[in-house]
T-cell receptor
Framework: AQSVSQHNHHVILSEAASLELGCNYS??????LFWYVQYPGQHLQLLLK??????LVKGIKGFEAEFIKSKFSFNLRKPSVQWSDTAEYFC?????????FGKGNQVVVIP | NAGVTQTPKFQVLKTGQSMTLQCAQD?????MYWYRQDPGMGLRLIYY???????DKGEVPNGYNVSRLNKREFSLRLESAAPSQTSVYFC???????????FGSGTRLTVV
């Protein structure tokens, strides 16, 4: 079965700082990779996804992620965060007709 | 554009009571899923239905049952609620699991 590890569960940073969230996965087959965002009190929404092709994927709201196959990683980045990026971020990997999620990164952006 | 609709949004149960969480999607998706979300635990899969007429257990199925009523609807039943089932429950659907999910808005359940 697939599994996902996310590091640095709680992240606090100031507006305009850069953000990078790590995601490592394990799965024996071909994977699709996702980042979801959950704003306070809301449901999960898709931020970006990787199926194939260019390993650098751009998503909504200025986020991007890089797939490094040799490292089994799919790290999320944003060059300059805003207060509105305060949310929980989940990495997910597909396999066996379902997604496995990491435990999430709680990100707090201080104005 | 309803997407995935969950009802109810909030529920308080007493220990031992039963209830059914409803989920419906209007995107003609084949696969549907039930997850629970607890602080620090991420999302854990309870049950899923890869296609109409099939259901399978996920990571944490104990204390729950599901019914894939038709292609649109996938319900989750708690037969005898326990405080450990206090959680936020999310339903999701997908054309097939590897393409990612569309989530419902969640049900916040408290068992006292």
């Amino acid at each position: 079965a697939q599994s996902v590890s996310q590091h640095n569960h709680h992240v606090i940073l100031s507006e305009a700082a850069s953000l990078e969230l790590g995601c490592n996965y394990s799965y024996g087959g071909t994977v699709n990779l996702f980042w979801y965002v959950q704003y306070p009190g809301q449901h999960l929404q898709l931020l970006l996804k990787y199926f194939s092709g260019d390993p650098l994927v751009k998503g909504i709201k200025g986020f991007e992620a890089e797939f490094i196959k040799s490292k089994f990683s799919f790290n999320l980045r944003k060059p300059s965060v805003q207060w509105s990026d305060t949310a929980e971020y989940f990495c997910a990997v597909s396999g066996n007709n379902r997604l496995a999620f990491g435990k999430g990164n709680q990100v707090v952006v201080i104005p | 554009n309803a997407g995935v609709t969950q009802t109810p949004k909030f529920q308080v149960l007493k220990t031992g009571q039963s209830m059914t969480l409803q989920c419906a999607q209007d995107m003609n998706h084949n696969s549907m899923y039930w997850y629970r979300q607890d602080p620090g635990m991420g999302l854990r899969l309870i049950y899923y239905s890869a296609s109409e007429g099939t259901t399978d257990k996920g990571e944490v199925p104990n204390g729950y049952n599901v019914s894939r009523l038709n292609k649109r609807e996938f319900s989750l039943r708690l037969e005898s609620a326990a405080p450990s089932q206090t959680s936020v429950y999310f339903c999701a659907s997908s054309p097939a699991g590897q393409y990612g999910y569309t989530f419902g808005s969640g049900t916040r359940l408290t068992v006292v």
